[in-house]
């Protein structure tokens, strides 16, 4: 089967030029933005999360999936980078930009819950991961990526990547699926 992608979001052209200067290459891979499209339009009229904005290249493919309804909060701790994203997106009232720590952010959020949880970054994924989780909306889904070896992994990552999964796949209230595609993939559902 042929998992080329076919629908990119028209921005992302601009959203890597603008990255270039940062030497940003942490982006959402291709696959991966694809499939959070696709779950994003699976939620008419959701409330999706997306930890870790980077330069907006997962933003992109979420907005692009989502419906008029729908409703985005990205939340990033370099400010620089997330204007990438803000210049890239003003004007797109579904989306709400949070610059600030994604641990401290996850610690104090008193709001509704999420249907659509993307952590891509450490916040959510490898650090506050019970807050994240308990994000997610009855039926909702919580996606984490790079779960493959990754180059420039740092020492030890592996070990944390492997705690995070089986963490993930011994809870009884999520039904856990991963991926050995793209760069790595766990997808749980909330029951």
Not at 51 to 79: C, H, K, P, R
Request: with cysteine; hydrophobic share 45%.
């Amino acid at each position: 089967m042929d998992d080329t992608v076919t629908h990119r979001p028209a921005v992302l052209t601009a959203l890597r030029r603008a990255a270039e200067p940062s030497g940003f290459t942490l982006s959402c891979e291709e696959r991966t933005g694809s499939l959070l499209a696709t779950l994003a339009a699976a939620r008419p009229g959701g409330r999706i999360l997306e930890l870790g904005t980077g330069i907006g290249e997962g933003a992109a493919w979420l907005l692009s999936g989502m419906d008029a309804g729908a409703t985005l909060v990205t939340v990033e701790l370099d400010d620089t980078l997330q204007a990438v994203a803000r210049q890239a997106f003003t004007g797109d009232p579904r989306v709400e930009f949070v610059a600030g720590d994604g641990g401290a952010w996850l610690e104090t959020y008193a709001g509704e819950p999420f249907d659509l949880v993307f952590a891509d970054t450490r916040p959510g994924k490898f650090t506050h991961l019970d807050h994240a989780l308990a994000l997610v909306a009855p039926g909702g889904l919580y996606v984490v990526d790079d779960l493959l070896p990754q180059p420039g992994w740092p020492d030890g990552h592996q070990a944390a990547v492997d705690k995070l999964v089986v963490d993930l796949l011994s809870r009884p209230d999520f039904r856990t699926v991963r991926m050995n595609w793209s760069s790595g993939l766990l997808l749980a559902a909330r029951q």
